[in-house]
Nanobody
Framework: QVQFVESGGGLVQPGGSLRLSCAAS????????MGWYRQAPGTERELVAL???????NYADSVKGRFTISRDNAKNTVYLQMNSLKPEDTAVYYC??????WGWGQGTQVTVSS
């Protein structure tokens, strides 16, 4: 059974940083692209960062230069380092394998507010 377990969210002031982690299980992690998504209230879930099995990365324009996605294939884990956070980054953050029909995890809440 495929599972994604996200952690590391919290409340942070504008300009602050957080590091999210996602532990994946139930499939061969190292051969799949991985993505971090986010969903704010009243909006659709959006892909903000993508990493390939050999760690090539791509980012949404809204987070480029501030967020960094990385992965540790030995630990079946993907990370999202978020710097210079803005109030508009407030959302529930999820990890997932793009293009698959697997279920989603519970996500981790990130709130950027003073």
């Amino acid at each position: 059974q495929v599972q994604f377990v996200e952690s590391g969210g919290g409340l942070v002031q504008p300009g602050g940083s957080l590091r999210l982690s996602c532990a994946a299980s139930g499939y061969i992690f190292g051969i799949f692209n991985m993505g971090w998504y986010r969903q704010a209230p009243g909006t659709e879930r959006e892909l903000v960062a993508l990493i390939t099995p050999n760690s090539r990365t791509n980012y949404a324009d809204s987070v480029k230069g501030r967020f960094t996605i990385s992965r540790d294939n030995a630990k079946n884990t993907v990370y999202l380092q978020m710097n210079s956070l803005k109030p508009e980054d407030t959302a529930v953050y999820y990890c997932h394998a793009p293009g698959t029909a697997w279920g989603w995890g519970q996500g981790t809440q990130v709130t950027v507010s003073s």
